[in-house]
């Protein structure tokens, strides 16, 4: 996939599915991931399918990560910040979270 | 207890080098400017992360190529020109013209909000064309674009084993900046087809008109070509692999191929990004020179609602250049429409216009969109997000489904939570090839707000009507 980097500057620590992961500061969640070897975010909201980024400019919807108390995200264009706690999302992604529906019938 | 109601003359959305330009020249004039960006730092996609880049890694600018560099100078402007920035802006709404005021639903740090400003400059950039084929959905197939974007950002390489595929000015210098980072691709798949005598004479045209971009572009495709395994007259790519991307196959003159990789970068060239323009109800056409969904535009960025400019390449593909020139010219047409409520276009077209013109005609003939991509074979899927085949589609309109919008009923194509952006182009060329009938006559999804997900929570808390905010009152 993408090469580990080494040596970063001003790291950030943080997690994925309780992996002790680094990142560079200003990295985006997605960029951190990738960064450290990780490129399946979810599970497919239909079949449960592994997906993971794709477009990386908030285009695709394909990077939605869990994070802590901060909920779904789309990873591209989050950053990372010091601790965080980021885990997959299920293919049971709550439609009412989203709240996508609800609006749209206004 | 009064508050305070968000008030601004101009927004700008985007801060690309078209929404900068435009918000510079404003600002600079004593108009009240605010950028909103979806990005954490101001350059759009060209410009990605430039002022980072000068700050942190100066020594890899020279490996991102001059155009990269130039960013710096607009950034700096920008900086100086008393405009508001608000990154990580992402803007849902547009209210639209049967409301009393013209106002934006944002969300910025997780809370939504409103904001009214007198003008809208929409300058929201391109969006990479969709690439529908076998596997395509597997972690480890990415766009050009996103592997650029992580490149610039971020200073992630992808390992030796990457395989690109496609075609497009951004592949080839996307595939160049490898090169000068000394990362040497499996293979380029490259899937243009021979170049026809049209796009020699334009090209042709082209070098005339504009002589110092051709000789880049010749120089990144003659390094790409002599520096690396490119693969010409590719076709029917597919992705394999159980979890994610194990392989990639592909077929040259009726022979099928197979490389081992953990990811394939596919590209297809570039399209406006119209959601919001679309949901502004603002009037679009296809463009069949460039095979996508375009703003009606006329002078420098006006459009069918008097109140909204669109400028760059979310008004029609035409490159960082373009969209400055555009920038500039748009924000003389605003100042005329904020002292007398009057649209006046700018209607003379620079020389340098002009010129550009002529460059991007050969470019959407000599990068026209791949075959394969836009009538996907039956099995592929076309939306990500619903997981719904070009079969389903092809069967939707065989019964006599007229249009992606009915076909949504039937199949939910284009209901997940990209709403369309990754399969609006292909559905409506899939079910215009099947009746036989122009794009223009199937129409697009009909593209309403939010267009971004936006939670209850959030839409409740927010001040939804100038002087009824709740927080404050
Ligand atoms: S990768 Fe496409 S939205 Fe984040």
């Not at chain 2, 595939?175 to 021979?194: E, N």
Request: proline share 5%.
């Amino acid at each position: 996939m993408f090469r580990p980097r080494t040596n970063l500057t001003d790291p950030v620590n943080f997690s994925f599915e309780g992996r002790r992961l680094t990142a560079s500061r200003g990295d985006t969640i997605a960029a951190a991931l990738l960064g450290s070897g990780v490129f399946i975010f979810r599970e497919s909201a239909v079949s449960g399918i592994p997906r993971g980024p794709f477009c990386m400019i908030g285009n695709c919807y394909e990077c939605f990560v869990q994070v802590g108390a901060m909920g779904v995200v789309q990873a591209c264009l989050t950053e990372i910040t010091e601790g965080m706690q980021i885990s997959k999302v299920s293919n049971s992604i709550d439609e009412s979270e989203m709240g996508i529906k609800e609006i749209s019938k206004r | 207890m009064t508050t305070q109601l968000p008030l601004c003359d101009v927004a700008v959305i985007g801060a690309g080098p078209a929404g900068l330009t435009a918000a510079c020249e404003l600002a600079e004039g004593g108009r009240d400017v605010v950028v909103l960006d979806e990005q954490a730092a101001p350059g759009g996609q060209i410009y990605k992360g430039v002022e980072k880049v000068f700050a942190d890694r100066p020594q890899d600018i020279r490996f991102l190529g001059g155009e990269y560099a130039g960013g710096e100078r607009l950034m700096h402007r920008f900086r100086q020109s008393g405009a508001k920035y608000r990154p990580g802006v992402s803007v849902w709404q547009i209210t639209s013209d049967q409301e009393p005021e013209l106002g934006l639903g944002l969300i910025e740090n997780g809370s939504a909000q409103m904001l009214y400003p007198k003008h809208v400059i929409l300058a929201t950039g391109a969006m990479e064309r969709p690439t529908p084929f076998e596997g395509w959905t597997l972690p480890g197939v990415m766009t050009v674009g996103a592997a650029q974007s992580l490149l610039k950002s971020s200073r992630l390489l992808p390992e030796d084993d990457v395989v690109l595929a496609g075609t497009g000015p951004l592949l080839y210098l996307y595939a160049a900046q490898l090169a000068s980072f000394g990362i040497r691709p499996q293979a380029i798949l490259d899937t243009r087809p021979s170049m026809s005598l049209r796009a020699v004479l334009l090209g042709v045209s082209a070098l005339a008109a504009c002589p110092k971009s051709m000789l880049k572009g010749m120089k990144w495709l003659w390094s790409v070509r002599v520096k690396m395994n490119m693969v010409r007259g590719v076709h029917s790519l597919k992705a394999q692999g159980e979890d994610h991307l194990r392989s990639v196959s592909y077929e040259v003159r009726g022979y099928r191929h197979k490389l081992s990789t953990s990811l394939l970068l596919v590209h297809d060239g570039v399209v406006p990004n119209t959601w919001l323009s679309m949901s502004a109800g603002i009037r679009h056409h296809f463009d069949s020179a460039q095979s996508c969904w375009v703003p009606d535009i006329h002078g420098a960025g006006s459009t069918s609602r008097k109140c909204i400019s669109i400028i760059g390449d979310g008004a029609r593909i035409g490159g960082a250049s373009v969209a400055a020139m555009q920038g500039e010219r748009v924000a003389c047409e605003v100042d005329t429409y904020l002292r007398t409520q009057h649209c006046s276009t700018v209607a003379t077209q620079s020389r340098a216009l002009r010129r550009q013109r002529r460059l991007r005609r050969f470019l959407d003939c000599a990068f026209s969109p791949t075959a394969d991509f836009q009538l996907p074979a039956d099995e592929t899927i076309v939306c990500r997000c619903e997981e719904v085949t070009a079969r389903e589609i092809r069967q939707v309109a065989a019964r006599g489904c007229m249009g992606p919008n009915q076909g949504k009923a039937f199949t939910r194509c284009g209901m997940g939570p990209c709403m369309g952006r990754k399969c609006a182009l292909t559905v409506s060329q899939v079910m215009a090839n099947a009746h036989g009938v122009p794009v223009d006559q199937i129409g697009h999804y009909r593209i309403r707000s939010p267009i971004r997900p936006i939670t209850v929570g959030q839409f409740a808390d927010m001040a939804l009507v100038p002087g009824q905010d709740k927080k404050a009152s």
